[in-house]
């Protein structure tokens, strides 16, 4: 099995999350979206250099003449971030409540618009610093956003992923559910499985994930992390998450 190269997991997934962008797409990301933030500057400096995008909480990125609420119900968000506290096996993720709605053991922030986002971008990517069975439920404990659509309504989403430091998760739209797309080959595929509460439908072998290269380590770690401690694009993970060359 190779060996997992010498990167932290912000890195690696700000890699994995650049290799996703499209040149000439508008993008976004909502705050505290330090990694998705990172990929997307990433992919700029590297194969897509028309790429638009927003960033909330930067001093330059996050546009006042661009609301990437508006954007989306127009149909002009190509690339949109999510994350979750829980994520189920049928796409649907938590960020209110952990328990019983009406008497919860944790309480948490909300999900502001990212739920009526998870309607309207044409394609979402669901990152998580963790791949744990806590992280990746049966069933979520409320539905924040769901990819269950009612009948007479209208939604742009085309696609979705997931990316784990283990593996990234694709959205079955026949069946319904997460499926395993490639297995990051420092782990296996019974490791994903075993750390995965529900079902991945996984084969024995899976497509194995590319490992981020050197010169994109490279590029994240000078002209991406200079790039956003300049444009006060949370300079402090910048700082701290990136390391230097």
Known sequence: MPEKPDCNVSELLAVLIAREVKDWEMCACGALSQIPAAGLLLA??????????IIRSSREFDQVGYDMHFLAQRGQMDLFFVSGIQIDAEGNFNLHVIGNADAPDVRMPGAYGTAMLYYTAKRI????????????????????????TPEKVKRHTQSVKVITPMAIMDYDWAAGRFRLGSVHPWHTVQEVQDNTAFDLGAPPQAPATPAPTVEELRTLRTVVRERMIDTGTYPVFAREGLQPA
């Open 125 to 148: 990517i669901i990152f998580r610093t963790e791949h744990t069975r806590r992280t990746f439920v049966e069933k979520v404990d409320f539905i924040s956003g769901s990819l269950k």
């Open 44 to 53: 700029e400096a590297t194969h897509a250099p028309h790429v638009q995008f």
